[in-house]
């Protein structure tokens, strides 16, 4: 376990967590072996089906009174196949069933064009569903060591949305203790579920394009923040802007921002993860983002997992990146 000095004249340490697993395979299952989408689902237990329930025929409910018929007028259930979980209600007419192998149809378009299969899973009991493809051929290097990896995210919502989307997402790799860090927002796209096969190979050969000039573009991105330098007062001004002071009255909040403050400034300093570039901005937006996604609390690996997984174009990543871009072209 690496243990970080926070600063050079106190005592005060904060613990790295041990064994950082990527987020998709802590709530996924791997699928590296897979050959194909199919087989993919197999391994990931998303071989299952949807089925649906017409609101206005009534089901079953079992209550305090006993069992009793209730009623979804012009609505219609979404059931998995597999098990007697509800995953949503929809418009009668209105809404197409999308299930797994139609929604993730796309991954075999990808693979053929040079992606690998890395995770699959579900959340929310299978209302989210999501497979996760990297891409070999589009990994870059900053500054000559620090390796980023890209990959491609299919995800579907079986909870009433509908919506099946595919995007992209840069992680940081070091490869002492295997911590990932999520780099950048996403780039998405929204796959139509009436589409063609010869529609849904331009989608995926969409995406790969985009991924190969998104990754030449964080690649310049990169090596312009690891030739910037960073004096240790700019990188407090930076944190300080991440992590605004709070009012002195609110006492405890203020303690969490100084223990806050003084972690960030410790892993800025000592973490073995920014030595390949100290005192750059580079390794200020890596020892924000390295802090907020494995050092901030979190109830369990699982609920960590969740919020890097879930993290939106509102997450802390996008707001550390957006400044540390400003303060570097000032």
Not at 194 to 218: D, H, P, Q
Request: net charge negative.
């Amino acid at each position: 376990m690496t243990v970080i000095d926070t600063s050079t004249d106190s005592a005060t340490t904060v613990a790295d967590p041990v064994g950082r697993v990527r987020a998709d395979l802590v709530l996924g299952t791997d699928i590296s072996h897979a050959t194909n989408i199919d087989d993919a689902l197999k391994i990931a237990g998303l071989d299952w089906g949807i089925t649906t329930v017409d609101g206005d025929t009534g089901i079953s409910v079992i209550g305090d009174d006993g069992e009793y018929s209730a009623f979804a007028p012009n609505r219609k259930l979404l059931l998995r196949d597999d098990k007697p979980i509800v995953l949503g209600m929809v418009g009668a007419t209105s809404y197409t069933v999308v299930e797994n192998r139609t929604a993730f149809a796309l991954a075999d378009n990808a693979r053929s064009m040079g992606a690998v299969f890395t995770a699959a899973g579900e959340l929310d009991f299978g209302r989210k569903t999501f497979v996760t493809m990297n891409l070999p051929e589009a990994g870059i290097v900053i500054g000559g060591k620090d390796a980023i990896s890209f990959d491609l995210r299919f995800r579907a919502d079986h909870a009433g949305t509908g919506a099946v989307t595919m995007e992209l997402e840069g992680t940081r790799l070091w490869c002492l203790n295997g911590c990932t860090t999520r780099l950048s927002l996403p780039i998405r796209w929204v796959i139509r579920h009436c589409s063609s096969a010869e529609e849904r190979i331009a989608a995926v050969s969409t995406a790969m394009r985009g991924a190969f000039r998104y990754a030449k573009e964080f690649a310049a991105l990169g090596e312009r923040l690891i030739s910037s330098p960073m004096r240790l007062d700019d990188y407090l001004v930076y944190i300080d802007q991440l992590y605004p002071r709070p009012d002195d009255a609110r006492k405890a909040a203020v303690t969490r921002w100084e223990k806050r403050r003084s972690d960030l400034i410790g892993l800025y300093r000592t973490s073995q993860l920014q030595q390949d570039a100290p005192g750059t901005a580079w390794s200020a937006v890596a020892a924000a983002t390295e802090y907020d996604q494995w050092f901030r609390n979190a109830r369990s690996p699982e609920s960590r997992a969740r919020r890097q997984f879930t993290a939106g174009e509102d997450s802390f990543t996008t707001r550390a990146f957006g400044l540390i871009r400003e303060m570097a072209d000032a």
